[in-house]
């Protein structure tokens, strides 16, 4: 998913707002993300303070680290890149009982778990991160997270390759 999509979620829309973009998003072209990049978002356990924001770079994993509301500062964001090889995703474990879907796996620390369509988001964010970690990055992964007519890194599509 399009970290524009994060933002227009319905958690987004509290806290991710143009002031607190103007943080996070230098830090993320920083570690090398392109403008509206494939991400997911971490909310953690008060997203109106901090949350993080992992983008999918062609270097690496860009994590950015978020506080919403710094006294007598504002919004602030940190990010880091980490190259592919040295991602540390943890295994990815899927139970379905009674046509309910529920995964939990850990990226980078953290802890990523969801039921039905938030399974459905994590697991297609951790397959988006095993293409990219194996330096592949299959057409229909990049379909579905970016949508037609653009390449893994968001530019527009070249020569007829629509993925890289």
């Given at each position: 998913m399009r970290l524009s999509e994060w933002q227009k979620s319905t958690q987004g829309a509290k806290v991710m707002t143009a002031k607190v973009a103007a943080a996070y998003e230098p830090a993320l072209r920083?570690?090398?993300?392109i403008r509206?990049?494939?991400?997911?978002?971490?909310?953690?356990?008060?997203p109106g303070v901090?949350?993080?924001i992992m983008a999918a770079t062609d270097a690496g994993l860009g994590v950015?680290?978020?506080?919403?509301?710094?006294?007598?500062e504002g919004p602030r964001a940190t990010a880091k890149l980490i190259r592919w090889n040295r991602v540390t995703i943890g295994d990815l474990n899927v139970?379905?009982?009674h046509g309910h879907r529920y995964v939990m796996v850990q990226v980078e620390g953290a802890v990523l778990q969801g039921v039905d369509d938030a399974a459905d988001g994590i697991t297609t964010w951790i397959a988006?991160?095993?293409?990219?970690?194996?330096?592949?990055?299959?057409?229909d992964h990049v379909s579905g997270l970016l949508?037609?007519?653009?390449t893994a890194t968001g530019d527009p599509a070249v020569s007829g390759d629509p993925a890289a």
């Open positions: 920083g570690v090398g993300a509206d990049p494939v991400a997911y978002v971490v909310w953690g356990d008060d901090r949350y993080t950015c680290n978020v506080r919403v509301n710094v006294p007598q139970e379905a009982h988006h991160l095993f293409a990219r970690i194996d330096g592949r990055v299959p057409s949508g037609s007519g653009t």
